[in-house]
């Protein structure tokens, strides 16, 4: 269950997954039949640490990240962003955070273009749910809290194989 305000779409999860490159080798390849099974396998292992990363680290609220985090993947599917990606060319995690950094950045520059051309554009900013303020660490380094995010998931399914394993 999730706490405060925060969202339970795509699971419980805040800590980025350990990289399958099985997957993500199969989800680059967008001719195939398989593309939009590998594809949405990476958006449901991805998605819970892009959210919480845009709620933490750009402090966005719930309704805003969701949608962000919604709009970063629908444009890594439409512009194919992942055609160029192998394990020789560093970590998919890596990978993943500077992509979603150009993203927000392009993001927060087209917004700002609208407010000076006129339009106006209300965002909401949530600083306070109990969930952030509990994984409020001190974030001078955004590389490092996607790294921890992701080193902690790690630790939690490694955690949950080992506790499956016993109880059989």
Not at 43 to 48: D, F, K, P, T
Request: hydrophobic share 35%.
């Amino acid at each position: 269950m999730a706490r405060g305000k925060e969202t339970t779409f795509m699971g419980q999860g805040s800590r980025f997954p350990d990289t399958i490159w099985s997957i993500i080798l199969q989800a680059k390849e967008s001719g195939s039949e398989n593309y939009m099974k590998y594809m949405s396998v990476l958006a449901s292992m991805y998605w819970r640490p892009v959210y919480k990363y845009i709620r933490v680290i750009w402090n966005k609220s719930v309704e805003d990240a969701k949608d962000l985090t919604q709009e970063f993947f629908t444009n890594i599917l439409e512009k194919d962003y992942l055609k160029n990606i192998s394990p020789e060319n560093g970590r998919f995690r890596t990978y993943v955070i500077i992509s979603l950094k150009h993203f927000l950045i392009n993001m927060k520059d087209k917004r700002t273009a609208k407010k000076r051309g006129g339009d106006s554009i209300t965002l909401s900013i949530e600083a306070s749910d109990t969930d952030i303020a509990a994984n409020n660490r001190s974030i001078s380094n955004p590389e490092l809290f996607f790294d921890q995010e992701w080193a902690q998931t790690v630790i939690s399914r490694s955690l949950r194989i080992l506790k499956d394993d016993l109880e059989s």
